[in-house]
């Protein structure tokens, strides 16, 4: 009877083990999560559904190495996380609105979002804040710049629009260069905005 118990218990563990392993493949990717002490844990991460219907999960879905248990984190629970060696920073971001115009402050008081992070060199890091676009159920995404020691960052287009030249001005001020090149409309895209702060402006500007 004692043989029989251990048996089963047996087969159940095993049975685990294989939807585990199944999901690893079928749903999840390879990454990792921060967590606020700076430990760093590997597993399988999954951040958002499949399917035709894309849906952005608020808490990641993750399964530590060596475990048979999945968990779930929000932006409040981590530091960051990555899936498919693609970084997403947790950060207190608030989005203002008024009269179709948009700002974007930081502060701890916040509720904290994943960011998306596609570049960060010297003292200029950008960001892409996304979501699924509520006509079309694309994901889509806001692109954002941030300074370091700033407490806000600055959306850089506004669709088809192009570049929100008047915001960048305002956010790059004490880069002449940087502005005159807006403003001529020398610049047109965000990389070229990025890489000419880079080049021109990094060691230079000290942020306001």
């Known amino acids: 009877m004692q043989n029989q118990a251990i048996r089963l218990v047996l087969m159940i563990l095993f049975a685990c083990m294989i939807t585990s392993v199944q999901a690893q493949k079928k749903d999840y990717s390879r990454g990792y999560v921060i967590h606020p002490d700076g430990d760093t844990l590997e597993g399988w991460v999954k951040d958002r559904s499949s399917g035709t219907f894309m849906d952005l999960y608020p808490r990641i ?99 088809i629009l192009g570049l929100k030249r008047k915001k960048l001005i305002r956010y790059f001020y004490d880069c002449p260069d940087l502005v005159y090149a807006i403003q001529a409309k020398e610049l047109n895209e965000i990389d070229e905005v990025y890489d000419f702060y880079l080049d021109q402006c990094a060691n230079l500007t000290e942020v306001y």
């Open 61 to 159: 879905r993750f399964k530590p190495d060596h475990s048979l248990f999945r968990k779930k984190y929000g932006p409040d629970d981590i530091l960051a996380y990555s899936v498919n060696a693609q970084v997403y920073e947790s950060v207190p971001l608030r989005e203002e609105s008024a009269f179709f115009r948009f700002d974007y402050y930081l502060h701890e008081s916040n509720d904290r979002v994943f960011l998306k992070l596609v570049s960060r060199e010297k003292d200029l890091t950008y960001y892409h804040w996304e979501y699924i676009d509520d006509d079309s159920n694309y994901l889509d995404y806001i692109p954002l710049f941030y300074r370091s020691g700033s407490n806000e960052m600055v959306r850089v287009t506004q669709g």
